[in-house]
């Protein structure tokens, strides 16, 4: 794939956000604020970072692979899918709709591209990532291993244990995001359950630890991604804190938890709408 | 077309189940000082802000850590307490299977398993949250009490006996909004089955959001002349067989209907039943080994035939093999 600028990489992102918006309105549900504070994290690894090929095939043999541990914000995957070539953007339409392909949450029941597991009930998709890096290795295939996760995810104790293996097991292959958000379903994660220091607890596990200050700054995420690749292949995983506001591009979202899983009304999509270029065409 | 219909139950009034369980803990939690709730981020769906905030030094807030809450539970009733934990039905069973068997069943602790979401009328959210496996898991267990209310009050009532019930339990409960055809201030009596609509031709045993679905089913057999028991079966274990088989030893043949998997469900449970005591042609509604998807409920409980109208047919079916 075409690698894009970082202009061109901008405009993909509000377009994404519009899919997002339109996607989850129509249907009345889904999950928009994580969705749209990992638009340019979506944005640069499938346009920018990934070595990938729209041609999809299960095993993914010799590209780079991605997961998504926290399946809830599949609109954000679903619209970058299409929009990189994955699936047609006519699709985007059927998004919870019955028969579709385009469930609540990825599966891979349905058979759509880009999907390597199920996810949605959280803690999950890290060990998942892990084991499919391992598989690369006993391949002999030097590809990277991608997983994002949330910041409220933290709090599955599975996750630990993942984290207590990758480093043991030296899975130098695989880069880890957290979407650090601040925030989760009943609000803060800080009054939900403190996650405290997450950089000190991975290096307390045996990572390498990088930080996206600004996670919704497309320079920033590239060039975090690429000081995480540049530490791959050194005996440790690598993991990726990615600061975002959660709701990012549209001003009535941002930074709050209302918009976790609720889906803007007539009024306030036409509202968000405005405040995002139509740079690609909706689908 | 359900208006239209002559049923023996009618509604005036909507309201989701889980708020009938977030209402009933609210008074339970005045009744007995030991109740105390627990959750895993998810307060607004389980309906249970109402109960933090009369008790705020009575409720937990665990975070996204379902198999700590469920030690933490069992942990509690070390001291007298009753916990109440609330989260999505996968996430209330499942997910914590083997804490739940060793911690709380096999511990024969007193903490009250609830959870909602269940089944395929979540919706949207897809097959990741639509258990339909709960039920089986949960009376798989020696020692839990498992119980499926069919609406708002029933389920408010369910949550109130249940804190007055030692042992463990597992309540579950769902998300739509669903018509209120029970009464306000029923009793609810543990393991005693309701016969709600007396019949003669055919018997539902229906349980959760399915009796309503099995109400609307009489009246549409009653149209072609068929008269049909219909039996609210909101306690799937213990079973009532003393009611399910006094029933049978009348009409002579039965259906079950339930928001659940075939294997494993309240079906199962009456089947065994059946066949160890009085085997009568036997008919089956709900999920026929599939997981859900997402979909709006009413299109989903017509794709995996939950409606009156399969109840319709199976209990047509059932007659025919009499
Ligand atoms: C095991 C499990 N428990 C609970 C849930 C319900 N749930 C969905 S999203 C969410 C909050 C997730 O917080 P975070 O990871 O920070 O994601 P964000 O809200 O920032 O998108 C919860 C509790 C779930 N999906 N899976
Ligand atoms: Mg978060």
Request: glycine fraction near 10%; include cysteine; aromatic fraction near 8%.
């Amino acid at each position: 794939m075409e690698k894009l600028s970082i202009d061109q990489l901008n405009k993909t992102c509000s377009q994404v956000r519009r899919d997002i918006l339109r996607m989850v309105h129509a249907v009345n549900s889904g999950h928009p604020g994580g969705s749209l504070g990992c638009t340019e994290f979506f944005v640069a690894l499938y346009f920018n970072q990934m070595e990938h090929t729209t041609d999809f095939d299960m095993d993914g043999r010799n590209e780079d692979l991605f997961f998504l541990s926290n399946g809830h914000i599949s609109p954000v995957w679903y619209s970058v899918l299409a929009r990189s070539g994955y699936f047609g953007v006519e699709e985007l339409a059927t998004f919870r709709k019955i028969d579709s392909r385009l469930q609540g949450h990825p599966t891979t029941e349905e058979n759509l591209p880009g999907i390597r597991i199920a996810s949605g009930s959280l803690g999950q998709g890290m060990s998942a990532a892990i084991g499919a890096a391992q598989a690369k290795k006993i391949n002999g295939d030097d590809k990277t291993v991608f997983v994002l996760m949330g910041d409220g995810e933290q709090q599955e104790g599975q996750v630990w244990e993942a984290a207590m293996y990758a480093a043991h097991h030296k899975v130098d292959n695989l880069i880890a995001t957290i979407d650090v958000n601040r925030q989760q379903i009943d609000g803060l994660t800080t009054e939900v359950m403190d996650l405290q220091d997450l950089r000190k607890k991975y290096e307390a596990f045996g990572w390498e630890v990088v930080e996206t200050k600004d996670g919704n700054n497309m320079e920033e995420v590239i060039s975090v991604i690429e000081k995480a690749k540049s530490l791959l292949g050194k005996g440790k995983p690598v993991m990726n804190l990615l600061h975002t506001e959660m709701g990012y591009g549209v001003d009535f979202m941002v930074g709050t938890h209302k918009w976790h899983g609720v889906a803007p009304n007539d009024e306030q999509l036409e509202n968000a709408l405005g405040q995002l270029e139509e740079s690609l065409g909706d689908y | 077309m359900e208006k239209t219909l002559n049923t023996k139950f009618t509604y005036t009034e909507k309201k989701d189940t889980r708020s009938g369980f977030g209402d009933g803990l609210l008074e339970a939690g005045r009744k007995n000082p030991e109740v105390v709730g627990l959750c895993a981020d998810l307060i607004g769906s389980l309906k249970m802000g109402a109960f933090q905030k009369e008790f705020p030094e009575r409720f937990f807030q665990v975070g996204i850590a379902e198999a700590n809450m469920m030690g933490l539970a069992a942990g509690m009733t070390i001291g007298g307490k009753i916990p109440f934990t609330g989260t999505f039905a996968n996430f209330s069973t499942g997910r914590v299977y083997d804490q739940i068997r060793q911690s709380i069943a096999y511990s024969g602790k007193n903490v009250k398993i609830c959870a909602s979401h269940a089944g395929v009328t979540l919706g949207e959210d897809g097959a990741t949250h639509q258990i339909l496996e709960d039920v089986g898991m949960m009376k798989m267990l020696p020692h839990m009490t498992v119980i499926n209310p069919c609406d708002y009050n029933q389920t408010k009532a369910a949550t109130m006996a249940i804190a007055e019930h030692e042992g463990p339990v597992y309540l579950r409960f769902g998300r739509p909004s669903w018509p209120i055809f029970t009464d306000k201030d029923q009793k609810f009596e543990i393991g005693k089955a309701w016969k709600m609509i007396e019949g003669k031709d055919v018997t539902i045993f229906a349980t959760g959001h399915l009796v309503w679905e099995a109400v609307v089913a009489e009246a549409m057999l009653a149209e072609e002349g068929i008269s049909a028991e219909v039996i609210n079966i909101h306690t799937i274990k213990p079973l009532d067989e003393e009611a399910i088989l006094e029933s049978v030893a009348k009409t002579g043949c039965c259906v079950s209907a339930e928001e659940h998997q075939l294997n494993g469900g309240l079906g199962d449970s009456i089947a065994q039943t059946l066949v160890r005591n009085n085997p009568v042609p036997m008919e089956f509604v709900g999920v026929d080994d599939s997981f859900g998807e997402s979909g709006t409920p009413m299109d989903l409980m017509k794709k995996y035939g939950l409606k009156a109208e399969n109840i319709v047919e199976k209990a047509k079916k059932a007659l025919a093999r009499k």
